[in-house]
Every structure is written in C-alpha cells, then in structure tokens.
Nanobody
Framework: QVQLVESGGGLVQAGGSLGLPCAAS????????MGWFRQAPGKELEFVVC???????????DYADSVKGRFTIPRHNAGNSLSLQMNSLKPEDTAVYYCAATTNWGTRRRIDQYDYWGQGTQVTVSS
C-alpha cells in the first residue's frame, strides 16, 4: 500500500504562485507513475500532470494543455515525494487538487488507471 498526503493548498490571487507537496509513504516500488488531478466545483475530476519514476529518478512528465507552461514538477523531487509548482494561476484553476499514484508505469491520464489517492487540498484563485 501507498499512502499519499497533499498539503500547501490555500487562497492566492490571480497571477500568483503556489506549491503543492505530496508526501508518499508505505511500500516503495522501483517504478511508479505519480500524478495530479483536480476537481473544480460542479465539474468532473480532470487530469493535470503525471510523471514516471524509475529507480528513484524522475522521467517523462506529461501535462494537460490547460496547465502546460504554467505548472511544473520540479526535477529535484525525491522518490518518495511529488511537488506541483503552479505559476501564473488563474481563477479557473480553482479546484480541489489530488495526488495519485499507480504501479502501472507509464504515461497515465485516466482516473481509473490510478491505485492510490490522497485526500485532496483546496486551491482557490481570486480574480
């Protein structure tokens, strides 16, 4: 089992930045894909970004078009944590953000491809 705990959510003005750490604990895997999803009020859960990990090293990161160029996963992340750096935030980025992980290694954009989920953290962007 893998336990995921997000933190770092809060209120930020449009154009601002926010970092969301996700701490992973429990069983370790040589290869793992970790991702971030978000759910805005009244909308379905949607993919934000995923990154593959192999041997403790980060691999390819795949970003949703809506966040490409604004959100990044710092390459210095340790193998047991995943941070999401969000820059140039917009009001439409307001959502509950969830960290997720799967042993089904590779680029994974679908919700049903993930085995483990955090409890979520609220991000609110004011205009």
């Amino acid at each position: 089992q893998v336990q995921l705990v997000e933190s770092g959510g809060g209120l930020v003005q449009a154009g601002g930045s926010l970092g969301l750490p996700c701490a992973a604990s429990g069983r370790t895997f040589r290869q793992l894909t970790m991702g971030w999803f978000r759910q805005a009020p009244g909308k379905e859960l949607e993919f934000v970004v995923c990154i593959t990990w192999s041997g403790g090293m980060p691999g390819y990161a795949d970003y949703a078009d809506s966040v490409k160029g604004r959100f990044t996963i710092p390459r210095h992340n340790a193998g047991n944590s995943l941070s999401l750096q969000m820059n140039s935030l917009k009001p439409e980025d307001t959502a509950v953000y969830y960290c997720a992980a799967t042993t089904n290694w590779g680029t994974r954009r679908r919700i049903d491809q993930y085995d483990y989920w955090g409890q979520g953290t609220q991000v609110t962007v004011s205009s």
